[in-house]
């Protein structure tokens, strides 16, 4: 669509004040991207199933003529992590719906065959020998067959009381294998029974997750989070076990077993290094890193060579020539799509747009962007001089970059067992970026984080809001006041009642109080300054005014908050503006009144956060239309 293309059917209000109704203009696709989560082999062909885009599409690849060959797309779902092969028919399970699919690899056709409500999300899946399928659910947690032969289902139940996540799973003749979080089991079912027993070693049982599952002649190989360790263990006798240690990585994100020689080969991250482990001589031999935080989704041994699918390529390690050779599957054939953009922001020349594993650099002089990859998902972005700051999940890293997207770099990382960046806001006055997290998978306690460019220094504050995640920041006069949400890492349930807000002393370090600034909400999703005052978004769908020096709410006012009760604020030309990702309204301070700016947006953001980033000059905002991004002119 031309650069200056005026939106069609956004409805503009006037703003109360009498001024025009804002030009909307759309950029384009907000971000687009090719990226890869379920993989299999079915003959000669690799098979990969795309995340993040709708519809799913799964492309054949054919490694003899290093293109994709066919795009089949599936009726239903956002994407897909799971993959599993019966015959020539490849099985791909979605979320959102979770829903099971069968693509005939002999005609490209697509039919879903199975669901497993009330469940949205098949998150593993794995084919038995006599053509059964075994799905791990989410947030049920639970394993689900389906008979490839008579098109029924069975449902097995949660695999381990109060966990949400099947996150892998194998299977063989008599036993399913579930891997489990956010606290970490290992379950063995009795695929005819249903009885169910722990396997994991009891000095394991810290871990959070039971991630990758990978089994061959009774060799039963998982990946462990987030220590990064591999766990080998004899499915006959699972006290014969040996505990593997990937040196400084979290997670083990894929695993394939070469039976023939005794070697088990795994790809970890962040590092995105490709290990051998020999099981001979119980010595583990660094082979390769394809880039700086490849992700491994699968791995398979292929022609005595090691084929590993990563986010958007297909790569090949010889062992004997120690060679590395790769694909990127958007010039194979497999096109980027619009995909659920992550976070917005702008400079003077360009807006950038997070997604998956990359960042979308839209140029406001010509109209075009292109993408920078990233080992990661910026969850925020924040200018600061002449560099973006960005904030990624997994793993809670501080990356730098220039807005036109050249000169990534890896800082830090918050740590503090942190894993998911959620605010973000520049301290002028102490010259600080602050972070506000939440915390690893089955954990409580969120941090706040305070970087310091120059030095590439952090120091990270837990519990700065007791057993909550830092969910809103903003700044004034030397204190950070910050916003909660009552939600810890992922896979648990919230010990507290409420949000709060806190104020925490820049100099001194400490946490100066903090209290309910609005009962009963969940979550505080923004916070800004105007003129000594503070504004916050409350999931009970109300802004709430306080004044931080008699630490009191003064007024309130309501507005719209998506489903998951998260609203966002900016200040552009000194006037503040919030929206829910449908419309995007004034805040008028003087008479806490809330005026439509523009309505009708629908925008298709990842999470319940809406995106929303003024101009530096203020004369712009910029947000979602659907998957596109769109610029306000004020």
């Known amino acids: ?70 795009i089949t797309e599936l009726p239903s779902g956002d994407g897909a992590w799971a993959t599993a092969v019966v015959g020539t028919d490849l099985y791909v399970g979605t979320y959102t719906p979770g829903d099971i699919h069968k693509v005939d690899t002999t005609t490209g056709t697509a039919t879903k065959v199975a669901d497993v409500k009330p469940d949205n999300f098949v998150w593993s899946m794995a084919a038995s020998g006599d053509g059964k399928l075994y799905a791990g659910t989410y947030p049920g947690g639970r394993v689900v067959e389906y008979d490839t032969a008579t098109g029924q289902t069975r449902d097995f139940g949660q695999a381990a009381a109060g966990e949400q996540y099947v996150r892998s799973i194998a299977v063989d003749d008599t036993t399913i294998y579930a891997g489990v979080g956010a606290h970490a089991h290992l379950i063995a079912i009795d695929r005819a029974t249903g009885a169910k027993r722990e396997i994991l070693p009891p000095e394991l049982a810290d871990r959070t997750f039971v991630a990758t599952l990978t089994l061959k002649q009774g060799l039963l ?155 990661g998902e910026a969850k925020v972005m924040t200018p600061i001089h002449d560099q973006v700051y960005l904030s990624v999940y997994t793993l809670a890293y501080l990356f730098s970059m220039r807005p036109d997207g050249s000169d990534l770099q890896r800082l830090t990382r918050v740590g503090a067992d942190q894993n998911r960046p959620l605010a973000a806001h520049y301290d002028r006055l102490t010259r600080r970026l602050l972070v506000g997290t939440q915390p ?66 820049l100099r001194t370090k400490q946490v100066r109080w903090s209290l309910v600034p609005v009962p009963g909400a969940k979550r505080i999703s923004a916070l800004t300054e105007q003129r000594g005052k503070l504004y916050g978004i409350a999931s009970t769908g109300v802004v709430f005014e306080f004044d931080p020096w008699h630490k009191k709410v003064i007024r309130t006012v309501p507005v719209p908050v998506t489903g998951g009760g998260s609203g966002s604020l900016v200040e552009a030309g000194g006037k503040i503006y919030g929206s829910d990702g449908n419309q995007v309204y004034r805040l008028d301070t003087r008479t806490m009144t809330v005026s439509t700016v523009v309505s009708g947006l629908a925008a298709q953001a990842y999470g319940t956060q809406p995106l929303l980033a003024a101009s530096p000059d203020g004369s712009s905002l910029y947000a979602l239309k659907a998957r596109n991004l769109v610029r306000i002119k004020l």
Do not use: C, W
């Not at 997670?251 to 005794?262: L, P, Q």
């Not at 995909?339 to 702008?346: F, P, Q, R």
């Not at 990270?460 to 809103?472: L, M, Y």
């Open 440 to 505: 690893e998978y089955g954990l409580h306690g969120g941090a706040l984080a305070l970087y310091d460019p120059p030095k590439n220094a952090v120091e990270a504050f837990r519990d700065v809001v007791e057993n909550q995640s830092i969910s809103a920041i903003t700044s004034l006069l030397g204190t950070a006041y910050v916003g909660s949400e009552i939600y810890g890492g992922l896979g648990t349930t919230p010990i507290e009642p409420e949000a709060k807000l806190a104020a925490f002393d």
């Open 221 to 375: 190989a998982a990946g462990l989070s987030a220590t990064g360790d591999m766990l080998l263990m004899d499915t006959a006798d699972p006290s014969k076990y040996t505990v593997v240690d990937a040196p400084g990585d979290s997670y083990v994100t894929a695993i394939e077993i070469d039976a023939a020689n005794n070697d088990v080969y795994f790809g970890t991250r962040p590092s995105g290094t490709l290990y051998r482990y020999d099981r001979d001589t119980a010595e583990l031999e660094k082979l390769v890193v394809p880039y700086d935080g490849a992700y491994f989704n699968r791995i398979f041994l292929r022609g005595g060579k090691v084929v590993a699918v990563l986010t958007s390529q297909v790569v090949e390690y010889d062992p004997a020539t120690k060679e590395l050779t790769g694909v990127d599957l958007t010039q194979a054939g497999m096109p980027p799509a619009p995909e659920l953009a992550m976070a917005i922001t702008a400079t003077e020349d360009q807006v950038l747009v997070s997604g998956k594993a990359g960042i979308q650099v839209h140029d406001l002089a010509t109209g075009t962007s292109t993408r920078t990859f990233l080992p």
């Open 1 to 70: 669509m031309p650069f200056n293309a005026v939106v069609a059917g956004v409805m503009a209000a006037v703003l109360t004040t009498g001024a025009p109704a804002p030009v909307v203009e759309d950029l384009g696709p907000a971000s687009s991207v090719t990226s890869i989560n379920g993989s299999e082999f079915v003959g000669d062909k690799l098979y990969v199933a795309t995340g993040g885009i709708k519809p799913t599409r799964i492309g054949a690849y054919d490694p003899a003529q290093r293109k994709v060959t066919s």
